[in-house]
């Protein structure tokens, strides 16, 4: 069982920066591919962005590519997203989820690949 905590979410004026963090408990960390999920009212959970367990490949959505970046710290078990020019389309509640590392790197942007999830973090873009 891996326990995911996501924090830093807030509201934020367009153009402005947020930087999410999702601290991770449970298990051993780097185990896992590591990704970021959205979900706006009326919407579906869609994919932002995600990282594999090493830290060496990373996957963004069209819509974030350029404005996001994805990180991971695997000695403080937590992964990042930092998020800069946000725009109101951009608010939604960001969920942090764990994958288990497989023997290829890959489906990190399906939602279904995805074993744990964390309650998630408001994010509100004003305009």
């Known amino acids: 069982q891996v326990q995911l905590v996501e924090s830093g979410g807030g509201l934020v004026q367009a153009g402005g920066s947020l930087r999410l963090s999702c601290a991770a408990s449970?298990?051993?960390?780097?185990?896992?591919?590591m990704g970021w999920f959205r979900q706006a009212p009326g919407l579906e959970r869609e994919f932002v962005a995600a990282?594999?367990?090493?830290?060496?490949?990373?996957f963004y959505a069209d819509s974030v590519k350029g404005r996001f970046i994805i990180s991971r710290d695997n000695a403080k078990n937590t992964v990042y997203l930092q998020m800069m020019s946000l725009k109101p389309e951009d608010t939604a509640v960001y969920y942090c989820?764990?994958?288990?590392?497989?023997?290829?790197?890959?489906?990190?942007?399906?939602?279904?690949?995805?074993?744990?999830w964390g309650q998630g973090t408001q994010v509100t873009v004003s305009s």
């Open positions: 990282i594999s367990w090493g830290g060496g490949t990373t």
């Open positions: 989820a764990a994958k288990i590392r497989g023997a290829l790197i890959s489906r990190l942007w399906e939602r279904g690949a995805y074993n744990y």
């Open positions: 449970g298990r051993t960390f780097s185990n896992y591919d």
